[in-house]
């Protein structure tokens, strides 16, 4: 007997055909899981078990201890054929090669670039709603730019020279991108415990595009009860907030290497049943997902001590 705990699912969740009403749910050796998706644009996702658990393309499972944790990742319907190409631009360049841009929603959203010569696939989240193409010549070649708005309220944006074919400089999905004279600035919002924005200025240097500069707005910027600072610590260190970082940090701790003692995390892990001052992250490695789980001393809003579990 197991448990699974569901990862914020976004649909129904049946247990041997019986709907499962919270969070969690006891299984046995064999079952099997329904899950439909409250968007009908997915398709159902159906998972059988016979004495062994096992993650699917639909389903992950993440095992913490002698239960596991369920995300599901159902797939798009197919969508008809006739909607395939919805946006295209071509852009007549006098002199010079001329370049045609569609957007295309078979087999996944796509930004195709081409020639009559040469194309190139961008693979994107979300199906484009608006789209700008611009191109200027160069001593050798032509750069590329596109700014995509996305119907997911993100903004796709990526740069490509051509001389004989397409050479990506830049692929990047923000909230907010402005151009300035010597570079992009670009703003991500995170979805965390300080509602936190990303501010960061790229700049192209020789052959490509390079982060020059990094810093971090706070929507929620106040004080945190002890409770929440391993959330702010483990958030900050994930997202490379430094200084947000070392401020959770109480003064005999400074010297400690927390990023190696953490190692690459890929999230907090929050679906789980919540205890004070303890923290399970999840892990990617060749057997697949994994958690560990961290308890955390913190007083006067300073974390003093850390055990791995």
Same mark, same amino acid.
């Given at each position: ?7 914020? !699912?976004?649909?129904?969740? =049946? ?6 009403? @919270? ?41 913490? @201890? ?5 995300? +599901? ?36 959203? %796509? ?41 997911? /309220?993100?903004?796709?944006? /990526? ?12 692929? =990047? ?14 703003? &991500?919002?995170?979805? &965390? ?7 960061? %200025? ?6 490509? +595009? ?5 810093? +971090?707005? *706070? ?35 400074? @010297?400690?290497?927390? %990023? ?13 049943? *919540?205890? !004070? ?9 060749? @057997? ?5 789980? *961290? ?15």
């Amino acid at each position: 007997m197991a448990r699974l705990f569901f990862d914020k !699912p976004k649909g129904i969740i =049946l247990i041997d055909g019986i709907r499962c009403n @919270g969070d969690r749910a006891k299984v046995g050796e064999n079952f099997c899981m329904q899950y439909i998706p409250f968007d009908n644009s997915y398709r159902p996702v159906t998972y059988a078990c016979n004495n062994k658990i096992s993650s699917t393309n639909e389903l992950c499972f993440i095992k913490h @201890g002698k239960d596991y944790i369920v995300k +599901f990742c159902p797939v798009k319907k197919p969508i008809g054929v006739d909607e395939q190409t919805y946006i295209q631009h071509f852009v007549d360049c006098p002199n010079s090669r001329s370049h045609c841009i569609s957007c295309k929603c078979k087999e996944g959203h %796509k930004i195709v670039v081409e020639t009559e010569n040469e194309i190139y696939y961008i693979d994107i989240p979300a199906k484009v709603i608006n789209c700008d193409f611009k191109i200027a010549s160069i001593s050798e070649g032509q750069l590329l730019a596109i700014f995509a708005e996305l119907d997911n /309220g993100k903004t796709y944006v /990526g740069i490509l020279h051509y001389l004989d074919d397409y050479t990506p400089l830049l692929s =990047l999905i923000c909230d907010e991108i402005y151009c300035e004279e010597d570079g992009l600035i670009v703003y &991500d919002r995170l979805d &965390d415990t300080m509602a936190r924005k990303c501010v960061r %200025k790229i700049c192209f240097c020789q052959d490509g +595009f390079v982060e020059v500069s990094r810093h +971090f707005e *706070y929507a929620c910027n106040h004080v945190y009860v002890d409770e929440l600072i391993p959330y702010v610590f483990l958030e900050s260190l994930n997202c490379r907030d430094d200084d947000c970082a070392q401020r959770c940090v109480a003064y005999s701790m400074k @010297g400690f290497d927390f %990023k190696a003692f953490f190692g690459d995390f890929l999230e907090i892990c929050d679906c789980l049943e *919540y205890t !004070p001052f303890v923290v399970t992250l999840v892990y990617s490695g060749e @057997g697949g997902f994994f958690t560990r789980t *961290y308890k955390f001393t913190v007083s006067g809003g300073k974390i003093t001590k850390v055990n791995l579990l």
